[in-house]
């Protein structure tokens, strides 16, 4: 099965940045439509950012929009968060998630997650 790993998660002050990454492997000849979620304490796992394998075109939740970028480097299989501007309300635990069967964001439905990296926004 596709493997996914987190990284880059930690505490940062309101206003920071922070990067997060995700490692994929035994994937090779396959393709797939992947993506970022993060789920706060007490609330229900949100859709944060998703790139379609069919045309690269990225989708944002709107609380996210401006201050968030999907990437990936398919030469090291890696997929990148990159987060700026960060508020006390993206804390949470993020999760990078991927699936193989649907090529566009608007049927997302994920098959594959990974362990998920805590993201901490305080002063």
């Known amino acids: 099965q596709l493997q996914l790993v987190e990284s880059g998660g930690g505490l940062v002050q309101p206003g920071g940045s922070l990067r997060l990454s995700c490692a994929a492997s035994g994937f090779t000849g396959n393709y797939y439509t992947s993506g970022w979620f993060r789920q706060a304490p007490g609330k229900e796992r949100e859709g944060v950012s998703c790139?379609?394998?069919?045309?690269?075109?990225?989708y944002y939740a709107d609380s996210v929009k401006g201050r968030f970028t999907i990437s990936r480097d398919n030469a090291k299989n890696i997929m990148y968060l990159q987060m700026n501007s960060l508020k006390p309300e993206d804390t949470g635990v993020y999760y990078c998630?991927?699936?193989?069967?649907?090529?566009?964001?608007?049927?997302?439905?994920?098959?594959?997650w990974g362990q998920g990296t805590q993201v901490t926004v305080s002063s």
């Open positions: 998630a991927a699936d193989r069967l649907h090529y566009y964001c608007s049927g997302f439905d994920p098959g594959y």
């Open positions: 790139i379609s394998s069919a045309d690269g075109n990225t």
